[in-house]
């Protein structure tokens, strides 16, 4: 069976970046509060005419140029996203007509602070059944088109920008090593955002949110470990979904994972959905931090509620 093997990876955030003390100007919070509850100073959000597609297809190029593929080669495009720019065509068609893709089958996965890792997921099965050969995986949200401004307690937890993974089968041992995804729609009410309503809004039952992140993203980064007879020794860096850096390192904790094993980058991109694993991963590379031989664990949980954790080698 053929395995993942990562190629080529790009980010992208929107260049207008809004801080705490921008967003005390507009509604009833501060500083101190939001980064002692959140570990976010500032994030970025993109302009009224860039849309989801935009930032998603910015990541892709710096991912397609790195990973030396052609257009032409990329025979599927999965965009995670929980903010499509159109509910159809989906953000993944809008995408491979402005990048030019002809040869890709293009699909939208709808997991939330998930969705990356079942991109990732979806991608590798794909993969190793034969099926596709060279496949992208872009995270991209514009959360701040959800947000009610006048709601401080969400307004200040989100932020833009995307992330790209470029996959290709491979004979080598490396790349994807497992994945597993779960969902529980039981708990759904938690955290919600309805489009239909005449209150469009996000609810979200915060301290819940919570407590099944901390404890679901330790748990199933325990059972891919164990699964796949590792321990943290194997892991060069955990990189949990960046929704607050409380939850991380909760999750840090309950792994018994020092905070130098932990990429953590919330304080300036705050919670970008399923951008922020990809986002957290090109930071962490350009700056040297992640090398090609590394072992990572991402770990993400979402509205649904859905959760995941993936091993890979770089
Ligand atoms: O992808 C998942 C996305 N969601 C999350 O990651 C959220 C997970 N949850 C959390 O991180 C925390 O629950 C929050 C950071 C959202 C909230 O922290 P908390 O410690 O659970 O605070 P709280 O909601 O219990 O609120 C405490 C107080 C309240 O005031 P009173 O009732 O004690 O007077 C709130 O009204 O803080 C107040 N508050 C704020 N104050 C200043 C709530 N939001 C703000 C704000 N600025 N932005």
């Not at 993942?4 to 919070?29: E, R």
């Not at 903010?83 to 893709?101: E, G």
């Not at 609810?203 to 470990?225: C, N, P, R, W, Y």
């Amino acid at each position: 069976m053929k395995s993942s093997k990562l190629i080529g990876f790009g980010a992208y955030s929107p260049k207008k970046i809004v801080t705490n003390d921008d967003l005390s100007k507009i509604m009833d919070t501060n500083d101190e509060w939001i980064s002692t509850r959140t570990g976010v100073k500032s994030r970025h959000i993109a302009e009224e005419n860039e849309q989801t597609s935009d930032l998603g297809h910015k990541a892709f190029e710096q991912a397609l140029s790195r990973s030396k593929l052609q257009k032409e080669d990329i025979e599927l495009l999965i965009v995670a996203t929980a903010t499509p720019d159109l509910l159809f065509p989906s953000t993944a068609c809008i995408i491979q007509k402005k990048a030019d893709l002809k040869n890709a089958v293009c699909f939208d996965v709808t997991a939330a602070c998930s969705g990356f890792l079942y991109a990732l997921s979806i991608a590798n099965a794909y993969i190793k059944s034969g099926k596709y050969k060279n496949v992208a995986v872009i995270g991209a949200e514009k959360m701040s088109k959800l947000i009610d401004w006048t709601d401080r307690a969400t307004a200040i937890l989100f932020g833009d920008g995307a992330g790209c993974f470029i996959l290709q089968a491979s004979d080598e041992e490396t790349g994807i090593i497992d994945d597993i995804i779960k969902s529980s729609g039981y708990e759904g009410d938690i955290l919600t955002y309805d489009y239909i309503s005449a209150e469009k809004k996000i609810t979200m039952q915060g301290s819940e949110v919570f407590k099944h992140a901390v404890s679901k993203m330790s748990d199933i980064s325990k059972e891919i470990l164990e699964k796949n007879n590792m321990t943290l020794n194997d892991i060069k860096y955990l990189i949990p979904h960046q929704a607050n850096s409380r939850i991380v390192e909760g999750v840090a904790k309950y792994m018994d994972a020092p905070m130098d094993k932990v990429i953590m980058k919330v304080d300036h991109f705050a919670n970008t959905s399923s951008a922020s694993i990809p986002l957290a991963f090109c930071e962490a590379y350009e700056e040297g931090n992640i090398k090609e031989g590394d072992t990572l664990l991402f770990t993400a949980l979402g509205a649904g509620i859905t959760w995941g954790a993936l091993l890979i080698k770089v």
